[in-house]
């Protein structure tokens, strides 16, 4: 092989090698939940008790301490037939964030007992489950 045709070969190798690397870079960025593994982030459920839609805000405080604000369209168990907004802090342990807050009803209605809600998150698939809520499985918006 002439010095020429060995030096083109060497280049289209690079060349090759360079784009199997970037290829497997983009599957394995593509492969990871789309919130990059944090439980940070806004999310969406359907109270399985009463059919209404939830949206769930978390958000990194410092360290492992977050705010929650949970918001509820129809809070039937708190507050009748108005909706609701839960404002909370809590810590994250081990992907299980207990958050303590309190209630206070569209209505103006404000709920005396502090209510505290355990949200465990699921980096596998991006999802969050609650133990207020029934079954309901938290989606990232």
């Given at each position: 092989m002439s010095r020429k045709t060995m030096t083109v070969v060497a280049i289209i190798s690079a060349a090759g090698t360079a784009l199997a690397a970037v290829v497997a870079l983009l599957a394995?960025?593509?492969?990871?939940?789309?919130g990059g593994g944090s439980i940070a982030g806004t999310w969406s459920a359907i109270d399985t008790g009463d059919q209404s839609r939830m949206t769930l805000r978390v958000n990194l405080l410092g360290g492992s301490t977050y705010?929650?604000?949970?918001e509820d369209s129809l809070a039937s168990g708190v507050c009748g037939t108005a909706a609701a907004t839960v404002t909370?802090?809590?810590?994250l342990t081990n992907d299980r964030l207990v958050a303590s807050g309190t209630v206070i009803c569209a209505d103006g209605k404000r709920v005396?007992?502090?209510v505290t809600i355990?949200?465990?998150?699921?980096p596998e698939s991006d999802s969050i489950t609650d133990d207020a809520s029934g079954a309901a499985k938290w989606i990232r918006d």
């Open positions: 394995y960025l593509d492969s990871r939940p789309s705010q929650v604000i949970l909370s802090t809590g810590n005396e007992q502090p355990t949200y465990t998150y699921f």
